[in-house]
């Protein structure tokens, strides 16, 4: 990639700003070496920022919308051109293999695609009059400068879900990626840039919570896009309240796969293992509750434990199948949860502890089956963001479902059966957003939405309602004289 992503520099305005003071270091999560500084801005940069993009609104906005498509479809090509060396980005600085890396840039790329042909797509509704001499429809208007806040764990992918249809709709954005893996994000930036994207429509400040804080409370953001954890969530809610600016929230999960006796055990478990070993489990989805029928779970459970020890654990620049956690924090606090599930009757079936054969560096935690946890055990309740799968038993398709339901959280629910009628009535009665059958997560539908319910937020993600979340509804009545 010709695009050099610079230390301790934002990209504002269309160009790089470098940054005063002290930056933020990268540390290698395979290595605990430093690499990279990272800007660290404030609410003065945050201000800059929002009045680059408040500046170039008015003229994104009156682009046609075929223009603005075209543009994104340019970024959309430039991802595909440079995507070994973004996926290099990416998998350093989270940590995982770069087939991980290489599979979220192909992921993030199908998205700003789609919307590169919805942008054109997007429109208001003709509504029926009482008389002739009568006529009414809408329109959807972009919203302004909307804020994005991401995490680290996919970066890529959430830049591509949050940003593209925002600017497909004709809005601006200011977006402040977590400072663990701000890189991707910046190069992104540059690329739209680089293929005619207009200077302010896509801005990047990098930084801690302050500068998250800062542009979550900016009088002149008109909308708010949220990617983290539930309690943080609450705490952009209450800001957006505080604005009077409408807001969405991609939250925690602690999502189940539900397996019944008649499942394909041959296709299900290995997509199992892979739905919480993937990026070392630290995705909202990750599939961390394996539900089975008492008919097979002694089967289950076997061979579960078999394909997690068979899992590769290495470096992100080695061929392995999962990398070490993100960073110390993280490392501690799911060795944490392993080391107290005992006391609330976990028995750890396999894992638990560092793996083999990576020395003393690097932030590496074993894939690890917990077996018996209680049901109000943090196992079982809380979010863990690591490789850790808590299996519990069912007997029935009504305990399934009560099982399935007994937590905060409600993003996925993937159902393996090949019972057809009960596969539709699970996907009707649980409460998640989003039901995978026979697969984990969405893996072939397009414009397939990312929603969640209860604890887990609420949204349309990068799906095919997308776009409207980005714009505002205005009603036109017209008396034909």
């Given amino acids: 990639m010709d695009i050099e992503v610079p230390e301790r520099a934002h990209f504002i305005d269309g160009t790089w700003l470098l940054a005063q003071g002290n930056g933020i270091a990268l540390t290698d999560p395979s290595t605990e070496d430093a690499f990279f500084t990272v800007a660290r801005g404030d609410a003065s940069v945050v201000d800059q920022a929002v009045a680059s993009a408040r500046g ?71 509504l029926p009059t009482r008389t002739p001499d009568f006529h009414g429809y809408t329109l959807l208007q972009p919203l302004g400068v909307c804020a994005v806040i991401t995490p680290w764990n996919v970066p890529a992918v959430l830049t591509a ?21 701000p890189r991707v994000v910046l190069a992104l930036a540059a690329l739209a840039a680089r293929v005619g994207l207009p200077p302010g429509v896509f ?9 998250g804080a800062a542009l979550t409370t900016h009088p002149d953001v008109n909308h708010i896009s949220f990617v983290g954890s539930t309690v943080t969530g609450r705490a952009v809610m209450r800001a957006a309240a505080e604005s009077l600016v409408p ?45 089975v029928s008492s008919e097979i779970v002694s089967e289950v459970r076997e061979r579960v434990v078999d394909l997690m020890r068979a899992v590769r654990v290495g470096a992100w620049d080695t061929d392995v199948d999962m990398g070490p956690l993100v960073n110390l924090a993280q490392y501690e606090r799911v060795l944490g949860f392993l080391d107290g599930a005992p006391a609330e009757g976990g028995n750890i079936l396999t894992g638990g502890g560092r793996p083999a054969g990576t020395g003393n560096t690097g932030w590496f935690v074993e894939p690890t ?23 519990q038993t069912f007997s029935s398709d009504a305990e399934a479902l009560s099982i399935a339901d007994d937590t905060d959280f409600g993003l996925l629910a993937s159902i393996w059966t090949n019972d057809v009628s009960r596969a539709l009535r699970m996907a009707a009665q649980v409460r998640t957003g989003q039901v995978s059958v026979n697969q984990f997560a969405d ?39």
């Fill in 56 to 126: 170039a609104a008015s003229g994104w906005a009156a682009k046609s919308a075929s223009e603005r498509g075209a543009i994104l479809a340019e970024w959309g090509r430039a991802l595909r051109e440079n995507a070994e060396s973004l996926a290099a980005l990416e998998a350093r600085d989270v940590g995982k293999p770069m087939w991980g890396g290489s599979m979220n840039i192909a992921i993030a790329t199908s998205i700003i695609d789609y919307f590169a042909g919805a942008a054109d797509k997007l429109t208001g509704a003709t």
């Fill in 161 to 181: 879900a949050n940003v593209a249809p925002a600017l497909a709709a004709g809005n601006t954005v200011v977006l402040k990626p977590s400072e663990e893996a």
């Fill in 203 to 211: 801005n990047v400040v990098t930084g801690l919570a302050d500068a």
């Fill in 247 to 291: 807001v969405k929230l991609e939250l925690g999960g602690k999502s189940p796969n539900i397996v019944f006796a008649d499942a394909n055990l041959d296709v299900a478990l290995p997509a199992i293992v892979a739905s919480i070993t993937e990026n070392a489990g630290q995705n909202c989805y990750a599939g961390s509750r394996l539900m």
């Fill in 369 to 391: 089956v917990i077996d018996n946890a209680e049901a109000s055990s943090r196992i079982i309740r809380e979010e863990i963001f690591g490789p850790v799968l808590a299996i």
């Fill in 443 to 481: 893996s072939g539908v397009i414009g397939f939405p990312f929603n969640m319910t209860k604890d887990s937020g609420f949204s349309g993600g990068g799906g095919y309602l997308a776009m409207r979340e980005y714009t505002q509804e205005k009603g036109v009545a017209i008396r034909l004289l």
